[in-house]
């Protein structure tokens, strides 16, 4: 599940809605048929994030897609690019974090270990996200997680963040990258499901929507 390994598979490919009304966003903006497009260059950067999954997703480059939602000129479902939802973090490091077998949508239980806590702020609420060490890749810290979107405009199961060690120098955490597991797209996928304690009881308007 790891979006690391899928930007070394852009590289290779490449050379051969509404928003809570707490959360305004922060960018100047201008309305194309409705849609607001964040023309920061902030904003253009995530744009050729994206631009750049749709590419290896609906070329079928990475796998994933059946054939049948394959697209030489298709795009994944995205909420419009808001900065509100890039936001800096606290990390709180887990002394002697557990190793445990994170529950999929399958009988496959990979091992995480606790590994630390990101504190943040959004709209004067303070939350709070856990971040875990996948045993067999330490340098990656997984961040799947839930809020009020998921069933509705975004991926009932939840959605995925990842991070490196370094990252946690100066910790952000920004939701307009966050992306729908695997499974989003294709039933015969195994995907971590988020646990209980990365549950947001709030509405995260960014990053990817659901695929149908």
């Not at 049948?68 to 419009?80: A, C, F, M, R, T």
């Not at 445990?100 to 995480?112: I, S, V």
């Not at 810290?141 to 975004?154: H, W």
């Not at 120098?169 to 307009?176: A, S, V």
Request: hydrophobic residues 35%.
């Amino acid at each position: 599940m790891n979006r690391l390994i899928q930007l070394i598979a852009i590289a290779l490919v490449f050379t051969a809605c509404d928003t809570s009304s707490k959360w305004k966003p922060t960018q100047e903006v201008i309305s194309e048929s409705g849609i607001y497009v964040d023309l920061s260059p902030y904003g253009k950067q995530v744009m050729r994030h994206r631009d750049s999954m749709s590419a290896m997703f609906l070329s079928g480059a990475n796998g994933v897609m059946p054939k049948s939602d394959l697209s030489p000129v298709g795009k994944l479902n995205y909420y419009p690019v808001e900065e509100v939802f890039k936001v800096k973090a606290t990390f709180t490091p887990i002394e002697n974090g557990e190793v445990f077998e994170m529950q999929t949508n399958t009988d496959r239980l990979p091992e995480y270990r606790y590994y630390g806590v990101l504190s943040f702020k959004m709209a004067d609420t303070t939350l709070e996200l856990t971040l875990y060490q996948n045993v067999e890749q330490p340098d990656y810290l997984f961040c799947p997680f839930k809020d009020l979107t998921n069933g509705k405009d975004t991926y009932g199961a939840g959605r995925y963040l990842d991070f490196q060690l370094a990252d946690l120098d100066n910790p952000i955490l920004d939701f307009n990258y966050a992306y729908n597991p695997y499974c989003a797209y294709n039933k015969e996928y195994s995907c971590p499901i988020p646990p209980i304690e990365n549950h947001l009881q709030v509405p995260i308007t960014a990053g990817e929507k659901t695929w149908h």
